[in-house]
Every structure is written in C-alpha cells, then in structure tokens.
Antibody
Framework: EVQLVESGGNLVEPGGSLRLSCAASGFTFSTNAMGWVRQAPGKGLEWVSAIGADSGEIQYAASVKGRFIISRDNSENTLFLQMNSLRADDTAVYFC???????????WGQGTLVTV | EIVMTQSPATLSVSPGERATLSCRASFSVSTNLGWYQQKPGQAPRLLIYGASTRATGIPARFSGSGSGTEFTLTISSLQSDDSANYYCQQYNNWPLTFGGGTKVEIK
C-alpha cells in the first residue's frame, strides 16, 4: 500500500524558513515523479512544485520560484520542500503527492499545515 | 499559464440522479487531464486520469470524457457518499494548474 507521510509544518514568522519532508513507502520511490500541492484555508488546490524520478526535471509555480526548493533522497525514500522567505499567503496545508501518469497525482499524503 | 475553469461552482443533485461537471481549459491540454474528489478534512483522491481512465478502485459510476479544451466528469447515479468538492487538473504544460472546483451537494 502506498503511504506518504508529511512532516515539518509549523507556525513561522514572515520571512522565516521551514523544511517539509515526505516519507514514502509501499512503492518504488526512485522511479516515480513527485510533487507538492497546497491548499489555503477554505480555498482550492494550488500546485507548488514537482520533481522527476531522478531529479532531472524540477518545476515551480511562479508564486514560489526563487523562494522554495524541492529535492529528493531516493536512498531514503524521502521528498523535501525547503521553504524560504515565507509570506502570509504561503499559509496552507501542504500535500505531498506521487505522480501516476505524467504529473497526474495518484496518491496523496494527509498534509501538513504551514502557518505564516 | 493554462487557466482551468470549472462549472458550475455548486451542483445540487438528488440521490440516484446524474451529475455532470464541466472543466474548460484556456488552451488545448490534449487528454492530459485529471479529476479529483476531495471531502472536508481529507486529501484529494484521483478519480480519472488521461481524461477518461478511471484510477484504481474508483467505482464505475464515475466517468470522464473530452479532449482539447472541453472535459466532463459524470457521476451516473449519485450516492450520498459522493458529496464533495471536485477539481480538474491539467498536466500537459507547466505550470500544472487546477480548476477552482465544483461542490456537489446531495438534495
């Protein structure tokens, strides 16, 4: 069974930093694209960033480019999101998601709350 | 950026009736389109990918159709458990984009 467990969410001051982690199990992590999607309170889904299986492809939403860094450790089956220069509008639940076909997201974690 | 527009914003349907949700893309996304269901306090769940392929474990009452810029998610016989928000997402171009969602309510 695919499991994605996010951690690292917290209350942080504007301008601060956080590092989110997503521990993956139940599938071959090293062969799957992964992504982060966020949801502000009471709002819809917003894609944040994505990374290919071998980290060869990395993409960011314009709203986070230059501030957030996505990475992965295939030896530890873990996805990361380094979040710098945080702003109030970054407040959201951040979901880790596994790519299925292309960057459709077939499995999701339960989310971790970031409050700025 | 490809803008995804969903309609209606809210849909109220009686149990057993058909629900039809629409998603329009501002430019062609071929069939690189997914549909997600999200219930309050839960993570989204992929229903459909490739515009028309049901994800594993998704009941047959959910079906997707369309290509290019016009897409439809149909719930053939609505059940009370289908009350949720539904989102479309294109993955044909960067940045990935989601529609604003349709809330399906049970009458």
């Amino acid at each position: 069974e695919v499991q994605l467990v996010e951690s690292g969410g917290n209350l942080v001051e504007p301008g601060g930093s956080l590092r989110l982690s997503c521990a993956a199990s139940g599938f071959t992590f090293s062969t799957n694209a992964m992504g982060w999607v966020r949801q502000a309170p009471g709002k819809g889904l917003e894609w944040v960033s994505a990374i290919g299986a071998d980290s060869g492809e990395i993409q960011y939403a314009a709203s986070v480019k230059g501030r957030f860094i996505i990475s992965r450790d295939n030896s530890e089956n873990t996805l990361f999101l380094q979040m710098n220069s945080l702003r109030a509008d970054d407040t959201a639940v951040y979901f880790c998601a596994k790519g299925l076909v292309g960057y459709s997201f077939g499995s999701w974690g339960q989310g971790t709350l970031v409050t700025v | 950026e490809i803008v995804m527009t969903q309609s209606p914003a809210t849909l109220s349907v009686s149990p057993g009736e058909r629900a039809t949700l629409s998603c329009r893309a501002s430019f062609s996304v071929s069939t690189n389109l997914g549909w997600y269901q999200q219930k309050p306090g839960q993570a989204p769940r992929l229903l459909i990918y490739g515009a028309s392929t049901r994800a594993t474990g998704i009941p047959a009452r959910f079906s997707g159709s369309g290509s290019g810029t016009e897409f439809t998610l149909t719930i053939s016989s609505l059940q009370s458990d289908d009350s949720a928000n539904y989102y479309c997402q294109q993955y044909n171009n960067w940045p990935l984009t989601f529609g604003g969602g349709t809330k399906v309510e049970i009458k």
